[in-house]
């Protein structure tokens, strides 16, 4: 048997009529930038998270680095965020030239810990950024508290975590801008890059939908200089079609994480995800904390199971931020868990029999220690 990470066919196969007629319709008109499908890929995910603008852009990075523009913040400005995430958290404030600085992570949630996060702002903190991790949302009760009562902005990282809630409430509705991302490994992907800001402020959406063309308005006169970051129009088609699976998606991974947890609740050695009571996770990844992970992550990878570790080197250690003069021991939380968290595969379209084949393998590894 094989275990893929994700299985892109079993995702693709009931839906690639329907997609391929979506596609057919782009091809028929050629509209191929800003082309109508665009706009009803917006205003579908608009109503689904419950927010009043949507924006398309190009990918999920650009959909950060757009927050940040749009909030007008660069050189000199610091945003707080987390140093467990994948890297296009931290370059996005990068890249604005503003400082990226980092808070430790809950060690239970992998999320940012409110109680560090508001011991590290400093008189140049303009806006925090939480990720939400894996497809759980961050407490965003008390992120919230804490930039209301400093009055930092808020931009969601929510390329892992979308239609996941805190208190019921959307991911995305919390904070000033929210970002998406539809890179194919994504709970929502694409069949390429892109990606979308959310946002409930008629004046912060105006801004960005101008900072995706160059900060362009009207035609050719430029107040900021923007990006040519625009959500194509074939990504916008096939998404528009698989917006209607994805509720679907995340109950079927919801279920999977359920079979696990019971399966996996006897071994000592490993640690299966916690999830606040707050909170409704879509699982964009199912994570392990393990004793011995690599030699598990060999163990699975010679019984073709993918697995992937997410992630091995916390941003706070990357050799492109070594100016922010950050340390080793700086993130003890962050650190440890990188050595030791195991991501398996989680898609919806997992099947009993490869579900039951993953578990084996895992008690088969663990099982000669007792
Ligand atoms: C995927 C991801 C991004 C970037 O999205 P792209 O569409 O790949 O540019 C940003 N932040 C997090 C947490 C991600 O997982």
């Not at 939480?130 to 965003?140: A, N």
Request: charged fraction near 20%; proline fraction near 5%; hydrophobic fraction near 40%.
């Amino acid at each position: 048997m094989k275990v893929p990470l994700l299985d892109l066919h079993a995702q693709y196969d009931p839906l690639m009529p329907q997609i391929r007629q979506a596609l057919e319709r782009v091809l028929t008109d050629h509209h191929y930038i800003m082309g109508p499908q665009v706009k009803e890929l917006e205003d579908k995910m608009a109503a689904y998270l419950g927010i009043k603008h949507a924006i398309g852009c190009a990918s999920g990075t650009d959909a950060l680095v757009l927050a940040v523009k749009a909030l007008g913040i660069g050189e000199g400005d610091e945003v707080l965020t987390t140093p467990f995430t994948f890297f296009a958290t931290a370059s996005s404030i990068w890249r604005n030239h503003a400082t990226p600085r980092f808070a430790d992570i809950d060690p239970r949630s992998f999320n940012l810990d409110p109680d560090k996060l508001e011991a590290a702002i400093t008189p140049r903190t303009k806006a925090i950024m939480p990720v939400h991790l894996f497809g759980q949302s961050c407490d965003m009760t008390h992120i919230m508290e804490i930039a209301q009562k400093l009055g930092l902005a808020v931009i969601e990282d929510n390329a892992q975590g979308i239609g996941c809630t805190w208190n019921g409430r959307m991911s995305c509705s919390f904070g000033d801008i929210g970002t998406l991302s539809f890179f194919p490994s994504k709970n929502l992907g694409a069949m390429g890059d892109a990606g979308m800001c959310l946002t409930n402020s008629d004046e912060l959406a105006a801004k960005l939908r101008q900072l995706r063309v160059h900060g362009e308005n009207p035609k050719y006169y430029h107040k900021w200089v923007g990006l040519n970051s625009r959500l194509d129009t074939l990504q916008a088609a096939i998404l528009n079609v698989k917006l209607d699976a994805l509720a679907a998606w995340s109950k079927a991974r919801r279920a999977n994480a359920a079979f696990y947890n019971e399966h996996l609740a006897d071994i000592p050695q490993i640690r299966t995800p916690f999830i606040a009571p707050e909170a409704v996770s879509i699982y964009n990844q199912y994570t392990l904390v393990c004793e011995d992970r690599d030699g598990l992550l060999q163990h699975l990878q010679a019984r073709e199971i993918g697995c992937a570790i997410y992630y091995p080197l916390p941003l706070h250690l990357q050799e492109c931020f070594a100016s922010l003069g950050y340390r080793k021991g700086d993130f003890p939380i962050a650190e440890q868990l990188s050595g030791q968290v195991l991501s398996i595969p989680i898609y919806p379209e997992l099947s009993l029999e490869q579900k039951q084949y993953v578990v084996d393998a895992i008690h088969a590894f663990y099982g000669g220690r007792n």
